[in-house]
């Protein structure tokens, strides 16, 4: 079955950094596009970033632009999010989906979460 896996979230400093990843079975990266987007309890979902299947383009929402890096190993069937000056805005629960494209909405696949907490 179709699994998306999170992992590389934690716990650090504002400025800090952290590389979130995404390991994908089933389906090879350029099959679909694979996005970010991040759930704080009480708001509305966030879209973060996502990187379209063929050819492989990123986007990225305007307030992580500079800071954030999508990218992906097909030979590890991954995608990673770099995280860079992170904020104590940046807090939440992200998530990796994959999307027919990025900016098409509805998520196909998703995986469980991995928790990002930037405080000092």
């Known amino acids: 079955q179709v699994q998306l896996v999170e992992s590389g979230g934690g716990s650090v400093q504002p400025g800090g950094s952290l590389r979130l990843s995404c390991a994908v079975s089933?389906?090879?990266?350029?099959?679909?596009?694979i996005g970010w987007f991040r759930q704080v309890p009480g708001k509305e979902r966030e879209g973060v970033s996502c990187?379209?299947?063929?050819?492989?383009?990123?986007w990225y929402a305007d307030s992580m632009k500079g800071r954030f890096t999508i990218t992906r190993s097909n030979a590890k069937n991954t995608v990673y999010l770099q995280m860079n000056d992170l904020k104590s805005e940046d807090t939440a629960v992200y998530y990796c989906?994959?999307?027919?494209?990025?900016?098409?909405?509805?998520?196909?696949?998703w995986g469980q979460g991995t928790q990002v907490t930037v405080s000092s």
């Open positions: 989906a994959a999307y027919a494209g990025c900016g098409q909405g509805v998520e196909l696949y």
């Open positions: 089933r389906f090879a990266l350029d099959y679909y596009a």
């Open positions: 990187i379209s299947g063929s050819p492989a383009r990123p």
